[in-house]
């Protein structure tokens, strides 16, 4: 499975707990499991952003120094 689309599936099912988090909050109920998953979705995301966000060149950072 590409990231492209285990970062699709994190946002599908994020957005379906985000329902779920205001359905709580609109009848007064404890949402403090969902709300703890919530952080954890977001979370990855995250990590996945900053992997993706690394990237070829900047692995490769020290590559000018070697030619000094």
Do not use: C, W
């Not at 970062?7 to 988090?21: F, H, P, S, V």
């Not at 954890?40 to 966000?53: C, D, E, P, T």
């Amino acid at each position: 499975m590409s990231k492209h689309n285990v970062e699709k599936m994190l946002r599908t099912e994020l957005e379906a707990l985000n329902n779920t988090i205001d359905m709580k909050i609109v009848r007064g109920q404890s949402y403090v499991r969902e709300a703890r998953a919530h952080k954890y979705l977001l979370a990855r995301i995250s990590q996945m952003r900053k992997v993706a966000r690394g990237g070829f060149f900047q692995k490769l950072s020290f590559v000018p120094t070697l030619f000094l």
